[in-house]
């Protein structure tokens, strides 16, 4: 194994202190595990706290600024945050006027975030959760009960953090949040495993000439394995399974996410047949983000994730964010 790191133990410690370095405008409590926009809480809105194992950034750190998230819980490598980073995340947070908690559906991340929205309301923090399960890939997991939670978590956090920002109430979040989570599905492919700094080598065994239809972002097993395609049958292979659940009667969002070890130049290649075979399809995209925003580490592959927007969803989408991994309009 060759990775830029010092030890494997400090790999997370080691990250958050050069997040801190290059984005200023971020407070991060390297000790406690938590990153919060400096300008938090902020007076009348409702903040959005999310967070999960590290490993797939820019993924949840990344997206905390004006427009996404109010702070993340960045737990070891692909190992869920503890409730009491999470309830101090909340208080760093809250304004008084509520914290939506958005989750990913992996078990220990449920259940930490469970765990810690009952203490918060124990200190008189108003909390509501929404649990994000877009992976249509397969219905249970090594980590999960149901579906697992994917690329649809920077669709919700983007959206419902844009109505937070324009001081939509708890419960209008919360909703919106669960809009977009009940439009999106999402479906990903490994090409390669990724390696974990604690173990040292590939997290699965994927043999050479073959890949992984459906997997996970921590290298679950999927649907099925075959010999390599190419870039039009994947598409053809992942919008079709997604659009087998979603079904969409409108405008999409589309998002090419590449797994961390897959370069642009392959991405937007693959964005180009995604984009075919949805015109064949006849379904309209209003909007594409191409780029390395869920990842695994190094997995080499990518994921396709589409969510059907109306309006007002295509309005929140565009409305001006500023993080260090996403940022427009500002």
Not at 41 to 59: F, N
Not at 201 to 224: M, N, Q, S, W, Y
Request: proline letters at 6%.
């Amino acid at each position: 194994m060759k990775k830029l790191i010092n030890v494997p133990e400090s790999v997370v410690p080691d990250a958050l202190r050069g997040m801190a370095a290059a984005h200023p405008e971020l407070s991060v409590d390297v000790e406690r595990r938590i990153v919060v926009r400096r300008d938090a809480p902020v007076a009348g809105k409702v903040a959005l706290v999310s967070g999960g194992g590290s490993g797939h950034e820019p993924l949840h750190g990344g997206f905390v600024g004006a427009g996404m998230l109010d702070a993340a819980c960045p737990g070891e490598v692909f190992t869920s945050p503890v409730p009491d980073q999470m309830v101090r995340a909340a208080a760093a947070v809250d304004s008084g006027k509520g914290v939506l908690f958005i989750v990913k559906n992996y078990t220990g991340d449920v259940l930490n975030f469970n765990m810690a929205a009952e203490l918060a309301e124990d200190e008189g923090i108003q909390v509501a959760s929404v649990l994000v399960n877009d992976d249509v890939a397969v219905t249970d997991s090594l980590y999960t009960a149901g579906r697992r939670g994917t690329g649809a978590t920077l669709f919700v956090e983007k959206i419902a953090g844009a109505a937070a920002e324009e001081g939509a109430p708890l419960e209008r979040v919360e909703a919106i949040a669960r809009r977009v989570n009940e439009a999106s599905r999402s479906f990903g492919v490994a090409l390669a495993s990724c390696t974990t700094p604690a173990k040292g080598g590939p997290t699965f065994d994927l043999p050479a000439g073959e890949l992984e239809l459906g997997v996970g972002i921590h290298g679950e097993p999927g649907r099925e394995r075959r010999a390599m395609m190419t870039s039009g049958e994947i598409a053809d292979f992942a919008v079709d399974a997604v659009l087998s659940d979603l079904r969409p009667t409108g405008p999409v969002l589309a998002l090419v996410n590449g797994a961390g070890a897959t370069p642009l130049l392959e991405l937007y290649g693959f964005t180009a047949e995604v984009h075919r075979v949805l015109r064949e399809r006849d379904v309209p995209v209003a909007r594409t983000l191409v780029g390395n925003y869920v990842t695994s580490l190094d997995m080499a592959g990518a994921s396709v994730t589409l969510c059907q927007v109306d309006e007002e969803m295509l309005r929140l989408w565009d409305a001006p964010v500023q993080t260090p991994g996403l940022r427009w309009g500002r």
